[in-house]
């Protein structure tokens, strides 16, 4: 029996037969990859409040918080002063331990590389501080409406570089962010070394609420929603407009593309 060659017109036939098939597989691959990422995230912002509340347990009902540039940010503090409450890789940058774990993070993010600055690769937390500001303003603004509708849970740590929450202390826990898909977005790199370039996406290791439109908010990575997670424990999913309207506001974060944008 003689072999049959398929011809060219054949041949384009299966290839084209082919493209339409990836064609039409290719945005459910994409969908299935975007909800995984979403549901790692989530995973990991609820272990991350679990081990909190572990730690405040046993540490008076209080958990960390990162400060500002320049003071521990969360991931370190629990690392140095706490291990055993996340599971942290200890690294040293020259005499400087740093404290990382793909858990700290969304696994969404670009994946960072290991620097001195680890700690802006963690997911964010409520800020303790916002520069040149009273001790009372920087905490919450609104002339007491932060403190009518969520408490004054703030605590003074024994250094500059440690500050908590104190859980019971918090009103409307369910509407307070402890944790949640934090982003750092700059128009351009900084002189002191600080910020993205253009369109990177790199977790900030806080978040501020409210009192700053600055860059340091709410990343919307997942299909233009951010994941959070409160201080009851439970984790969430928030839109640009819930940010901007919820009990505890956000005004400001990147968006899918790690470009800065107010809410």
Known sequence: MKK???????????????????????????????????????????????AAHTY???????????GGRGFYHWANFYGTKAPGFFKLDKYMVGNAPQYWSS????????????????GSHTYGMVNF????????????KGNGYYDAALGDP??????????????????NASEFILYADSAWAAKSKKADGYGPYPGQDVNAFYIHADWSNSSFGIALRHENRSNIA????????????DHKDALMHIHSGVDGNGVYTGF
Not at 103 to 118: G, H, T, W
């Open 103 to 118: 858990i700290v993070s969304c696994p969404a993010a670009v994946a960072p590389a290991r620097d001195a600055q680890m």
């Open 154 to 171: 703030w605590r003074s740590g024994k250094t500059a570089a440690e500050a908590y929450l104190k859980l019971t202390a918090i009103k």
């Open 4 to 50: 049959r060659n398929f011809t060219l017109v054949e041949l384009v036939v299966v290839l084209v037969i082919f493209a339409v098939f990836a064609a039409v597989l290719n945005p459910a691959v994409n969908t299935k990859r975007v909800k995984a990422l979403d549901t790692a995230c989530r995973n990991n912002l609820k272990q991350c409040a679990l």
């Open 230 to 241: 409160m201080a009851d424990g439970h984790v969430t999913s928030r839109s640009k407009a």
């Open 56 to 66: 405040a347990d046993s540490y008076g009902d209080t958990v960390v918080v990162s």
């Open 129 to 140: 501080r916002a520069y040149g500001a009273s001790a009372k303003v920087r905490r919450w």
